[in-house]
């Protein structure tokens, strides 16, 4: 077929909805064509760059012992009711009926049959390790698409599960699917960035983020240049400075009218956001909490949905706040009842702070923990910062935007457990079967690498991932015996 009558015509203007460059150059080069908010259309450039990757995915996870298989994405809403994922994804399920009126999901994710599918095959430990995996659509209602294929709602991903008798067995597994995503992104032609990650509710000890670096990311990472240490923003940890050794000195109420914000706190007292104490109110479950941090630092959500062992956490209402009987603007946690106080250990770095009064415009200075005020609860929940110190080595940690295109992680014996997908051990003991949970977005690792590699010309692919490898088939700078063309061109262009 002559390029020329390809369904991949290209743009001359700017397409005025691409917020991204992956996302406008992608349009601009007729590789996809948006059917509606989130969703798109892969037309025959992007199906040929996509092809590649999915047949270097399917050469990784096949060496690794993979087994492909295909699962349905419609399923019934009561598998999904037995695990609780019903409430645990809210409104980003997509969910339907069928003529009977039975609910029905379409899938974002695929634990639930494949660990069925594994109960049903599976019986004794001589049947195990096991591991599986498709590459399939997937369907997530995101409240803003966004990026392209960054984040959309329907979305093509590989998605592996494996099954082991112990934990011995699943850190084999793992160690194999982190090789395996290594030799994939090295195979694209892809510099990814290793990461520590949050496990989340159901997950095991170990999960690791795979980081295209680009400064248009949606993923924060914290690295360290001297260890090598990485981990994204939500699961990093660092050193909090301490502002300084000093003597404790009297409590005092001093008057701020119109104060509510910790900058207009620290103009209007001429200290540093470092002296001061943040409160911020959260919901947790039915719960209203104080929670409060140094100053200069910000609360780490996930952090602090771990330490409370909640289900849902978000953000108090204005309502809920007075309800709970606090002043907003000129709270502390000194003098408070019937309210659960959960405070950052960067509160223990430093002495005399600025802390709200618990009256309108009115703060208290010299407030120190734990003479003035105790808490419930005291754990390290803060997001951690460029330019603290390392954990593990003395070196100053360093942050870098990137797009998360791997995730693997230990999903442990949840699924499992809830399932009934259980194994007889040697000596005939029934035991849950240990999972691992391994995925790559498809869709976003290409739009991704058009996100780090393009130009003022164009998109600029590397060369294993490309549509097609073009070139004048004479000059040394063509790296394609036989290739044709008039003059010189880019080869991965």
Not at 118 to 142: A, C, H, M, W
Not at 182 to 202: F, H, K, M, Q, T
Not at 374 to 390: K, S
Request: aromatic share 6%; glycine share 10%; hydrophobic share 35%.
């Amino acid at each position: 077929m002559k390029f020329t009558q390809m369904v991949s015509k290209t743009l001359r203007t700017e397409p005025t909805e691409a917020e991204t460059a992956n996302h406008r150059l992608m349009l601009k080069a007729g590789m996809i064509s948006q059917v509606a908010s989130g969703v798109y259309s892969y037309l025959p450039l992007a199906w040929r760059s996509l092809k590649k990757i999915e047949n270097i995915i399917r050469d990784e996870m096949n060496a690794a012992g993979g087994q492909e298989i295909r699962m349905p994405v419609l399923q019934p809403q009561e598998l999904w009711e037995e695990t609780g994922r019903v409430a645990g994804f809210g409104e980003n399920l997509f969910s339907l009926q069928d003529r009977r009126g039975r609910p029905m999901v379409l899938a974002p994710t695929h634990e639930e049959v494949v660990t069925n599918i594994v109960k049903g095959n599976v019986q004794s430990y001589r049947d195990l390790p096991v591991i599986l995996y498709q590459i399939q659509t997937k369907f997530r209602d995101e409240a803003r698409p966004r990026a392209g294929l960054i984040r959309v709602r329907e979305f093509d991903m590989k998605d592996a599960y494996s099954f082991d008798a112990d934990e011995d067995g699943l850190d084999s597994s793992y160690q194999a699917m982190g090789q395996a995503y290594r030799n994939i992104y090295e195979r694209c032609g892809l510099p990814v960035i290793i990461a520590e990650a949050d496990s989340g509710a159901i997950g095991g000890k170990d999960s690791h983020e795979f980081i295209l670096p680009t400064p248009t990311g949606e993923d924060t990472i914290i690295l360290c240049p001297s260890c090598g240490y990485a981990a994204n923003a939500e699961k990093a940890r660092g050193q909090v400075s301490h502002t300084g050794e000093e003597a404790t000195l009297p409590l005092k109420q001093v008057s701020t009218p119109g104060i509510k914000t910790i900058d207009a706190l620290c103009s209007f007292l001429n200290v540093q956001p470092s002296k001061t104490l943040k409160a911020v109110f959260y919901r947790a479950d039915e719960e209203t909490i104080f929670v409060t941090v140094r100053g200069d630092l910000e609360v780490n959500e996930v952090a602090l949905k771990n330490a409370l062992g909640c289900k849902a956490l978000r953000l108090a209402s204005d309502e809920e706040v007075k309800e709970a009987g606090l002043v907003a603007g000129s709270a502390s946690p000194i003098g408070i009842k019937d309210v659960r106080r959960i405070a950052d250990i960067s509160i223990t770095k430093g002495a005399n702070y600025v802390v709200g009064a618990n009256l309108p415009d009115t703060h208290m200075i010299n407030a120190n923990y734990p003479r003035d005020f105790e808490v419930d609860v005291l754990e390290h929940f803060a997001l951690t910062q460029e330019g603290q110190r390392c954990m593990m080595c003395p070196g100053t940690l360093e942050s870098t935007k990137g797009v998360e295109v791997g995730h693997i992680f230990k999903l442990g014996t949840f699924f499992s457990e809830t399932l009934g997908a259980y194994y007889l051990d040697s000596e005939g003991q029934q035991r849950p079967i240990i999972m691992g949970c391994y995925g790559i977005g498809v869709g976003r690792l290409l739009a991704a690498a058009v996100e780090q590699n393009h130009d003022d010309k164009g998109i600029v692919f590397p060369t294993p991932i490309a549509p097609f490898q073009v070139g004048c088939g004479e000059c040394s700078r063509c790296p394609i015996p036989g290739a044709v063309g008039g003059g010189h061109r880019d080869p991965v262009r």
